[in-house]
């Protein structure tokens, strides 16, 4: 079968691939220090610093990237990088918690 | 979070596990130490419910929290860092997939808790402009993702009987007189070459064909070296069915190519809104 259909929740790495940073996002240091983002007693104000939809269909052309090549999609190489070792690190942490019988589905 | 929880690790899936529910505690959340996970934004002026299938050992029972006919999707959690765990991350797209059934969402990326159902009020609020331009715009649309993978040794077979140039250097090398090291060189220069240009033109047919059938579309990075693209499609609820079909017409077009399908997805990949905190003192000098 060419075509594999499953849907939105069967593959971990998919569902990382979209949870840890897209849609909608809020500082990470606040979520780190405060833990429980605290609006009210802080007298903190929530700001829209970017929204950014992509509603155009990308042209195809010169966007491969077999292998190695980085793409221009606003983020830099080396942001690229960074973004996979931290999804590494904590794909490496998820996949430690997993009872060992289940193996990680791709 | 108790680590026995770990240990019921459920199948993978929409349908919610069936669990007796805990008596209802009828003190608010914020007296027990609850805080409020929120999984996704949706418009809605009525209180909705979900069920029993959020985060937890036992999953959470899911509802709303509203200003004006926006509602964020939230359920109660202990306040604390949520770790990206199968568990937890799979607890997050199980949420708003069975939203998504319903209702067009704005997904909120993994791990945002608050303290109190009045703070996600008044993030609603903040935000409502935002959240409503954003949600006019993904209006019944889902996302799907596609990947399509090649076998990277079976494509250089192809080259190698198809060009003749690399044909004539792999017998250069074959033959081993003198140094091959240049005959080397230009031999993986050309396989390169040969591959980046096939893989262009797969991803530019790819594209094509899928065009009409959807809104928009995102390419993202490749994963492996046997990956050639990894791209996501934005495409309205009516026209799933067809999108789903040209697929299949793609996958038996090109045989040799492995499609790999998901979704429906909440449009993560198409949305993505960026809040920050402000100390109200900060924010006039």
Redo the contacts between chains.
């Keep these: 079968m060419p075509v594999e259909r499953a849907s939105g929740g069967t593959s971990l790495i998919d569902v990382l691939d979209r949870v840890l940073d897209k849609g909608i996002v809020i500082d990470a240091w606040v979520r780190v220090s405060l833990v429980g983002i605290d609006l009210l007693t802080v007298e903190a104000r929530v700001v829209v610093a970017s929204i950014d939809t992509y509603l155009k269909y990308s042209e195809a052309v010169g966007q491969a990237a077999p292998a190695s090549k980085p793409l221009a999609e606003g983020k830099s190489h080396d942001e690229l990088l960074a973004e996979n070792v931290s999804l590494r690190a904590q794909l490496a942490e998820a996949k430690e918690r997993v009872p060992r019988r289940r193996g990680l589905r791709s | 979070m108790p680590r026995a929880q ?2 019921r ?1 459920r199948a ?3 349908s919610p596990p069936r669990r007796a529910l805990r008596p209802a505690s009828n003190r608010p959340a914020a007296a027990r130490g609850l ?1 409020k996970y929120v999984y ?2 949706i418009q809605s002026s009525k209180p909705q419910t979900f069920g029993p299938i959020g985060l937890g050992a036992q999953p959470a029972p899911v509802h709303t929290v509203h200003h004006r006919d926006i509602a964020a999707v939230v359920s109660d959690t202990q ?3 949520h ?5 937890n ?2 607890a ?3 949420v708003n ?1 069975t939203v998504m059934r319903k209702f067009t969402v ?11 159902e ?2 996600i009020e ?2 609603l609020r ?2 409502y402009e ?1 959240f409503r ?2 949600l006019a ?2 209006a019944d649309k889902l996302e799907f ?1 596609v990947k399509v993978l090649w076998d990277r040794d079976e494509m250089v077979r192809q080259i190698e009987a198809e060009e003749e140039e690399v044909r004539w250097l792999r017998k250069q090398i074959s033959s081993e007189r003198g140094s091959t090291y240049l005959a080397r060189m230009q031999h993986g220069r050309l396989i ?1 070459r040969a ?2 240009s096939r ?2 033109r797969y ?2 047919e ?3 064909r899928l ?1 009409d059938v ?10 492996g ?1 046997r990956m ?1 693209v990894n ?1 996501a499609f ?1 495409v309205s609820r009516d026209k799933e069915a067809a999108f ?1 079909a040209r ?2 017409d ?3 077009r ?2 040799h ?10 449009p ?14 900060e ?1 006039t000098p």
């Design positions: 770990k240990v690790n993978v899936g929409a805080g996704c934004v306040i604390q860092l770790d990206p765990t199968r568990e991350v799979l997050h797209e199980r997939e704005i997904p909120m990326s993994f791990g945002t808790v608050f303290k109190t009045a703070d008044e993030l903040s935000a935002a331009e954003v715009k993904m993702g390169d591959l980046q893989s262009e991803l530019g790819i594209f094509e065009r959807s809104v928009a579309s995102r390419v993202n990075k490749p994963i070296d050639i791209a934005l789903s697929l299949e793609l996958g038996t090109y045989p190519l492995t499609f790999k399908f998901t979704g429906p997805w909440p993560y990949n198409f949305v993505n809104i960026r809040l920050k905190l402000e100390r109200a003192r924010a």
